[in-house]
Nanobody
Framework: QVQLVESGGGLVQAGGSLRLSCAAS????????MGWFRQAPGKEREFVAA????????YYADSVKGRFTISRDNAKNTVYLQMNSLKPEDTAVYYC?????????????????WGQGTQVTVSS
């Protein structure tokens, strides 16, 4: 069992930056690939970024590539999402998720555990 708690969301102007954190409980954090997803009002949850167990392999949605960076600190049981050059279309609730399969995935249904989400609002 893994419990995930996101933090770091807020209101920022377009072009600004935020860093989201996701703290995980349990001793097996390093056994999970981690992902960030987001959901805007009236839209489906969409993939943002994923990170392998070791942190050496990453994958990004085209919409955030070059602006967002996912990373993890297994000693702190924490995964991060650094978001730079934010745009109004990045406004959403951001969720972190953990999945135990060997292969990283961008599909929400294949993730085993989810946090409660943190709101990110980017003003124009």
């Amino acid at each position: 069992q893994v419990q995930l708690v996101e933090s770091g969301g807020g209101l920022v102007q377009a072009g600004g930056s935020l860093r989201l954190s996701c703290a995980a409980s349990g001793r097996t954090f390093s056994s999970y690939s981690m992902g960030w997803f987001r959901q805007a009002p009236g839209k489906e949850r969409e993939f943002v970024a994923a990170l392998s167990r070791s942190g050496r392999t990453t994958y990004y949605a085209d919409s955030v590539k070059g602006r967002f960076t996912i990373s993890r600190d297994n000693a702190k049981n924490t995964v991060y999402l650094q978001m730079n050059s934010l745009k109004p279309e990045d406004t959403a609730v951001y969720y972190c998720a953990a999945e135990s399969s060997v292969v990283m995935t961008t599909t929400p249904g294949e993730y085993d555990y989810w946090g409660q989400g943190t709101q990110v609002t980017v003003s124009s």
